[in-house]
C-alpha cells in the first residue's frame, strides 16, 4: 500500500479478505477489494465540476475521511460483505455527508461505479435511473440497505 509523504495513502489500495466462510452472493467481495483512493475521488471530483460546474474545495476535510472509510471498514470488520454493499457504503458516505463544497452526489456515483469497476463489475442500469438512485439516497428516500440492493440488481461481472 503507497502511502504520501503525509500519511495518506495515494493510489487504489488493496486489503486482504479474511479467510472464512464466503458470502455466496454473485457480488462476493473477492479475497483481494480494492478501494478508490482519497487522491483519485478529489481528481475526479475536480475533472466533474470542470465539466458540469459548481464550487471547488473541500467542504470538511473530516467528513472525506469519514466518507471513504465507510466502505474500507465495512470490508474489514464484516468480510462477508459484497462488492454492492461496500458501493453502497462507499455512496452513502459521500452523498450523506457532504464533504465537498458542491457536486456530492455527483461523486458519490462516479466513486462508487468506480469502485465496482475497480472490483471485476459494471454498472448495468440506465443514466437515468442512477441519477434518481443517487438523489432519493441524497434525500433520505432510500437508506444504505436500499442502495445496497440497488447496486446488487444493477451490476454485472466483468468480461474477461
Known sequence: MKRSNDGRKTSAQKTPKPSGKANQSSTAAPRSTSFVSRSAVEALHRESLAEHGGLDGIRDEGLLESALARCVNRAAYEPDSTIAQLAAAL???LAKNHPFNDGNKRIA????????ELNGFRVIAT???AYDTIYALAAGEIDESRLSEWFEQNMRRKRR
Do not use: N, R, T, Y
Not at 456515483?109 to 465496482?116: E, G
Open 127 to 129: 443514466e437515468s435511473d
Open 109 to 116: 456515483l462516479i466513486a462508487s461505479f468506480l469502485f465496482v
Open 91 to 93: 455512496a452513502f458516505g
